[in-house]
């Protein structure tokens, strides 16, 4: 880590990621409990809502031609500005169509960001040190998540929503504005593309891709609002459960970069999508709400994986390819984003059952696929 500590790439990511963890976990934090107990949205709300936060994943890929126009880590300050602003405007607008706003203007902030920074990482960073640039961003994200959540958890007692909104989106802005003005001569090895690219050669690194957009729309939409509605958590105990995730998640996501490039990818894959066949089966049929509780915690820990699939990308990719292929890969990961929250309201209104059931079914799919994925592989990368 040390060699990667001394690339100014790493702080100026680290520090807008910081904010961007700031900004979405301190949203997620406040939006349920805000959406259900102050606007009085039902199921199927909550899928409208969430599929339109999913539509700027979806035209992740116009950052390609964005990146035209202004440096890529220059669109990755404004991002953050953005995502700043979102926030903000949530809590003056308490209504159905007001969230619908507040939310898309989140989100573009929110997916831009999360966009370039993954390319940045993967254009900066060779193969043996991104693993562990992306476990150290997941391990502070995690710290950064604990502060948040404890914060809110003691001003929830006094102040409002508007004004918790309020405060978290202005440190937001803030961060941002410093990233414009303060970015680093980032230089980048290999000239980007500037047009879509779709390979043959990453066929599998799509499906992967799309089948986790997928699953994590299920986890993202109807986990919380299942303890929400169903099991009617609080405000203060949902951030507690926030808190006990990140908690456990700083010191496991360096261990899980760490087993991604000892072991490589295929294993990491296994262990993530053979535990959420269980977790999503367990959820459809949940009847107790301590438990429903440590299948939370279990959901959450399980996303770690997820870093293997930008591992495996970075392994099989032409360098020139990262950026384009990176925003192309958001925009496939949203496909099914923009579609199941709201197919997965109605569903919910028959059943609640259903929409997990579906991730059990998505589960088994990924599991199927990532059989593809190549053992790993010794590397000549030996820095550090």
């Excluded at 929830?156 to 989106?169: A, H, T």
């Excluded at 779709?198 to 599998?204: A, C, E, F, N, P």
């Excluded at 301590?290 to 299948?295: F, G, M």
């Amino acid at each position: 880590m040390q060699k990667i500590k001394q690339n100014p790439v790493y702080w100026y990511l680290l520090i807008l990621t910081m904010a961007s963890t700031v900004g979405l976990q301190g949203w997620r934090t406040l939006f349920n409990n805000f959406a259900v107990e102050v606007v009085g949205v039902n199921g199927l709300h909550m899928g409208i809502i969430q599929s339109v936060r999913e539509i700027p994943g979806f035209l992740a890929m116009l950052a390609i031609f964005v990146i035209v126009l202004i440096k890529e880590h220059h669109l990755s300050a404004l991002s953050i500005i953005l995502l700043g602003a979102g926030i903000v405007s949530a809590g003056f607008m308490p209504t159905f169509s007001g969230l619908l706003i507040s939310t898309l203007v989140m989100s573009f902030g929110f997916h831009y960001y999360e966009t370039t920074n993954q390319s940045l990482i993967l254009q900066n960073f060779d193969e043996y040190q991104s693993p562990l640039v992306l476990g150290n961003q997941r391990s502070i994200m995690s710290l950064v998540s604990i502060t948040v959540g404890l914060s809110i958890l003691v001003l929830s007692y006094f102040l409002s929503y508007k004004v918790m909104f309020s405060i978290l989106g202005i440190l937001v802005i803030l961060a941002g504005i410093w990233g414009l003005f303060s970015a680093p001569n980032i230089p980048v090895s290999k000239v980007q593309q500037k047009k879509f690219v779709l390979r043959k050669k990453y066929t599998i690194f799509y499906l992967l891709t799309l089948l986790s957009g997928a699953r994590r729309q299920i986890f993202m939409v109807f986990s919380v609002f299942l303890l929400v509605e169903k099991f009617s958590f609080s405000i203060q105990e949902i951030t507690l459960l926030f808190i006990f995730n990140n908690a456990i998640n700083y010191f496991l996501a360096p261990f899980v970069a760490k087993s991604i490039r000892k072991f490589g990818e295929r294993p990491i894959l296994f262990a993530e999508y053979g535990s959420l066949i269980f977790i999503f089966t367990a959820y459809a049929y949940c009847p107790y709400r301590w438990l429903v509780a440590v299948l939370y915690v279990l959901d959450h820990i399980s996303f770690n994986g997820s870093m293997a699939i930008r591992t495996y990308f970075h392994k099989i990719a032409a360098p020139e390819d990262i950026a384009s292929s990176t925003a192309v890969s958001f925009t496939i990961n949203h496909i099914a984003a923009v579609i199941l929250p709201v197919v997965g309201g109605y569903l919910w209104l028959i059943h609640p059952t259903i929409p997990f059931l579906g991730g059990t079914v998505l589960s088994v799919f990924s599991l199927l696929v990532a059989t593809f994925v190549k053992k790993k592989s010794s590397s000549n990368q030996t820095s550090n």
